[in-house]
């Protein structure tokens, strides 16, 4: 099959911010693929059909298969900050950030990203490096809420049970193991029930925080 692309000149780390013309359209090829084929159905041949380009660019491009499903993983975390980044970090109630989760919920939903996340731990499960490269993807989240902890808890007591790190990767752990249940189960119904329940605790939760921030609420 004749590439419909031209080529670019290489670049093997699936950094997201340098993905542009072929590359991008590449990965958003093995995007398509996680969703309908998964990973072990992600081969070169499978990307390639999806996009309409040779299977050669995607090692010219890439280096390997590996480092372009992984950049599906990149450019998934680099679109989501960029859309609720900003929300997120303006959000000074725990109710807003229980309305964000549920945005960010369905938008995985809809786009298809809890599948491919979902495809791609499985992958790591049994490659012990990719499942290393998997889980720094996610680390950025991690980090962003622990800022959202810290911030939240300054000046209670609830700051001195539990370290903001542990509790960060705690609720994003917490966030990715739903969405990937819910994607084994094919149904959404106890998620919805679940941010219900957290939206309705987020009062609670809310009234431990210091005056200010309940003021700024």
């Given amino acids: 099959m004749e590439s419909k692309v031209s080529p670019d000149p290489p670049?093997?780390?699936?950094?997201?911010?340098?993905?542009?013309?072929?590359?991008?359209?590449?990965?958003?090829?093995?995007?398509?693929?996680?969703?309908?084929?998964?990973?072990?159905?992600?081969?070169?041949?499978?990307?390639?059909?999806?996009?309409?380009?040779?299977?050669?660019?995607?090692?010219?491009?890439?280096?390997?298969?590996?480092?372009?499903l992984l950049a599906v993983l990149n450019l998934i975390g680099e679109r989501r900050m960029e859309e609720y980044g900003p929300a997120f970090e303006r959000a000074t109630t725990t109710h807003e950030l229980v309305a964000l989760a549920r945005t960010i919920y369905q938008d995985d939903l809809q786009r298809g990203y809890i599948t491919v996340l979902g495809e791609m731990v499985s992958g790591g499960v049994t490659d012990p490096s990719l499942g290393a490269e998997v889980a720094?993807?996610?680390?950025?989240?991690?980090?962003?809420?622990?800022?959202?902890?810290?911030?939240?808890?300054?000046?209670?007591?609830?700051?001195?049970?539990?370290?903001?790190?542990?509790?960060?990767?705690?609720?994003?752990?917490l966030y990715f193991g739903v969405d990937m249940l819910s994607h084994l189960q094919r149904?959404?119904?106890?998620?919805?029930?679940?941010?219900?329940?957290?939206?309705?605790?987020?009062?609670?939760?809310?009234?431990?925080?210091p005056t200010q921030q309940k003021e700024a609420s």
């Fill in 11 to 68: 670049q093997n780390p699936p950094d997201a911010a340098a993905l542009s013309g072929t590359k991008l359209q590449i990965v958003e090829a093995a995007l398509q693929t996680l969703k309908t084929k998964g990973f072990a159905g992600a081969s070169a041949r499978a990307i390639a059909g999806e996009g309409d380009f040779n299977q050669a660019l995607i090692f010219y491009h890439f280096g390997s298969v590996r480092n372009a």
């Fill in 136 to 173: 720094a993807c996610i680390e950025p989240w991690i980090k962003m809420v622990e800022r959202k902890i810290q911030q939240l808890l300054a000046g209670t007591f609830l700051q001195t049970l539990a370290p903001p790190r542990d509790l960060a990767f705690a609720l994003v752990a």
């Fill in 187 to 209: 149904d959404s119904a106890r998620v919805e029930s679940l941010l219900d329940l957290a939206t309705q605790l987020s009062a609670l939760a809310q009234a431990a925080l």
